[in-house]
């Protein structure tokens, strides 16, 4: 007869994700517990985020609340993507004892549809910039023109004629 296993020595039946961990962290810290840019996650979020921003037609044309809602897009990206990593690391998403989905699976599907949700409330298409091309050409104009000539000496004009 085998012995009974204390609840310690007992192997896990389960798998953690760590989402309710990264969520918590989330939320409680808020922009803060993005990763830095120094890394390579943090890179692609901030890449993420200047793109959403320029197709929203770039920071000086978009709202606060806009940009509220930039912000909690790419936290649910962060969790999104770090579910993504966790679900197909896992040799099968579905429980084989219950048949079912795991609730890592379920969890990654209600964030996915919060995302688009984000989405869809910052609007599908992409803006253009509003463009004063008068205002920037006169801006150009201004910088590429040369300072006014030197006025004519009395050596300058008698170089000249020799």
């Not at 609730?103 to 996915?112: G, I, K, N, Q, Y």
């Amino acid at each position: 007869m085998i012995p009974a296993r204390t609840p310690q020595e007992r192997p896990r039946p389960y798998l953690k994700s760590g989402i309710y961990t990264l969520r918590k962290a989330v939320l409680t810290l808020g922009k803060r517990a993005l990763p830095p840019r120094s890394t390579a996650l943090g890179r692609a979020l901030h890449e993420w985020r200047t793109s959403l921003i320029a197709d929203l037609g770039g920071v000086d044309t978009i709202s606060t609340q806009q940009l509220a809602l930039v912000d909690l897009a790419v936290r649910t990206k962060l969790l999104v993507d770090s579910l993504d990593a966790y679900v197909l690391g896992m040799p099968s998403p579905v429980n084989r004892q219950r048949r079912c989905l795991h609730p890592v699976v379920r969890e990654r599907a209600s964030l996915v549809g919060q995302l688009q949700s984000i989405l869809r409330d910052l609007g599908l298409e992409r803006r253009t910039k509003a463009l004063d091309l008068a205002a920037e050409l006169a801006a150009l104009h201004r910088q590429s023109a040369p300072a006014s000539p030197p006025p004519a000496t009395a050596e300058s004009v008698s170089e000249g004629h020799e």
